[in-house]
Nanobody, 117 residues
Framework: QVQLVESGGGSVQAGGSLKLSCVASRYMFAGCGMAWYRQAPGKERELVSTRSPDGPTTIVDSVKGRFTIFQDNAKNTLYLQMNSLKTEDTATYYC???????????WGQGTQVTVSS
C-alpha cells in the first residue's frame, strides 16, 4: 500500500526553484515525524529537513536560507520549497515518515532533482 507519494522534481538551471510535495496518509501526517532526505549518485543519503509531529522543523546548514519545509494540514502534504538551487543540490529526494528505532519506517519512491550550470 502506497503511503507516501513525492512529486515536484525536475530539471532546472542553477539559481532556479522547485517545490517538492509529499502526500502522506492522515495517520502518518498527524502522528509521525517526517523528513526530507536526498541522495546523490555515489554519495550517502543525506538528511535535509525534518518536521516533528507537533510542528517544529529543522533544516541542515548546507541548504539553510535556500530551502524551506512547510505543510498543508488539509491536504496531508509536506513540502520542500527549494530556491537558489545549486548544482550540488542534484539528487534524488525522498520523503520519510514515522521514525522508529534508528531510521524512518516509511519512505516514498523518490523524485529526481537535477540542477545544471
Amino acid at each position: 500500500q502506497v503511503q507516501l507519494v513525492e512529486s515536484g522534481g525536475g530539471s532546472v538551471q542553477a539559481g532556479g526553484s522547485l517545490k517538492l510535495s509529499c502526500v502522506a496518509s492522515r495517520y502518518m501526517f498527524a502522528g509521525c515525524g517526517m523528513a526530507w532526505y536526498r541522495q546523490a549518485p555515489g554519495k550517502e543519503r543525506e538528511l535535509v529537513s525534518t518536521r516533528s509531529p507537533d510542528g517544529p522543523t529543522t533544516i541542515v546548514d548546507s541548504v539553510k536560507g535556500r530551502f524551506t519545509i512547510f505543510q498543508d494540514n488539509a491536504k496531508n502534504t509536506l513540502y520542500l520549497q527549494m530556491n537558489s538551487l545549486k548544482t550540488e543540490d542534484t539528487a534524488t529526494y525522498y520523503c520519510a515518515a514515522c521514525y522508529s528505532g534508528s531510521d524512518f519506517r516509511y519512505w516514498g519512491q523518490g523524485t529526481q532533482v537535477t540542477v545544471s550550470s
